[in-house]
């Protein structure tokens, strides 16, 4: 059996408002607060998405008290990766003194985190490493098209990381089956365009028609597999990309215990580092009870989705 040892999360200083916005493009703080409900993000200026990752991947390690020879594998999720190789998670590894573990980045969008820890989870359950990084890291201003104000209003950069590692005797499972999968009849609803210059785009309205109509019963299946009710849940932490899909995911989820994760008001959309970023806050202000199950679950190009009911570490 598995479980989360222990989060780490980090964000750039810079705080870009909706007002720093308008400056920009032909928006207003009233425009963009009615549609995503996102008041500011975190901008990168100097950070790159490995300066990014290892700031949270640092902080997981630390609080789990793991032994970096001990960690045997690094994931990170990233889209925004400018470097290919090596890897993010071969120069993560490299600075925080992880010797000889197998790392590689996955790229499936915004749902990358979720995957990526539903791979480290088989992992360990499958005995091949005892303890794994899994990180969602992003700087999405980076392939940002600042002259297109109805993608630009939402992204932002952070980052956010889990230590997992094998159950000890007498611990129950702490992260449950994940549900996954994809439509690929709808994979270019979320592109990065121009390879050699990326640039986020997507077909808002076909996005937030699919998220907020098709993916509630993926959820509730995961509370399902997990042998949890949605009214048993003590956490909802889904991708944060738009308030408005939140709200309309939770909803239908019918979880009145639940804390839900609103970090998309003052970080905007961070991709793959949105699911840990805005669950290493909740735990670090102690807002889920240790122990509390939480559903884990984001969506994104893809068209994908993935998510698990995990215990609060």
């Known amino acids: 059996m598995t479980r989360i040892s222990a989060l780490g999360h980090h964000q750039p200083e810079h705080v870009m408002t ?128 600042w002259t297109d104000r109805s993608t630009c209003v939402l992204l932002g950069d952070g980052a956010g990381a889990a230590v997992v590692s094998a159950s000890g005797p007498g611990e129950r499972d702490g992260i449950g089956p994940v549900v996954w999968g994809s439509d690929p009849t709808r994979r270019d609803a979320v592109r990065l365009r121009d390879a050699w210059q990326p640039r986020f785009s997507q077909d808002g309205q076909t996005v937030f028609r699919w998220a907020t109509t098709a993916l509630a019963p993926f959820a509730r299946e995961a509370c399902e597999r997990a042998g949890v009710g949605t009214r048993e849940l003590g956490g909802i932490v889904t991708h944060q990309a738009n308030l408005r ?47 509390a199950p939480v559903l884990l679950f984001a969506f994104g190009g893809g068209l994908s989705w993935a998510g698990q009911v995990v215990r609060c570490p």
């Open 245 to 291: 899909i939140v709200e309309s995911l939770v909803r239908q989820l019918d979880a009145p215990q639940a804390v839900v994760a609103q970090d998309v008001v003052g970080s905007g959309n961070t991709s793959a580092a949105s699911v840990p970023l805005a669950l290493a806050k909740l735990v670090e202000r102690r807002e889920i009870p240790s122990g």
């Open 18 to 145: 909706n007002d720093d916005l308008a400056e920009l493009v032909d928006t207003s703080d009233e425009w963009i607060r009615q549609r995503t409900g996102i008041a500011a993000r975190r901008i990168a200026r100097d950070e790159s998405v490995t300066d990014l990752a290892a700031a949270a991947a640092g902080k997981a390690v630390a609080a789990a008290g793991v032994d970096p020879a001990d960690i045997g594998q690094v994931i990170v999720a990233t889209c925004s990766a400018r470097d290919r190789v090596p890897s993010i998670a071969a120069r993560v590894a490299g600075r925080l003194g992880i010797p000889a573990a197998v790392t590689f980045d996955l790229n499936n969008g915004c749902a990358g985190f979720t995957t990526a820890l539903a791979t480290a989870d088989h992992t360990v359950r499958a005995g091949a490493a005892r303890h794994a990084l899994v990180i969602g890291a992003e700087k999405m201003s980076d392939v940002t098209d």
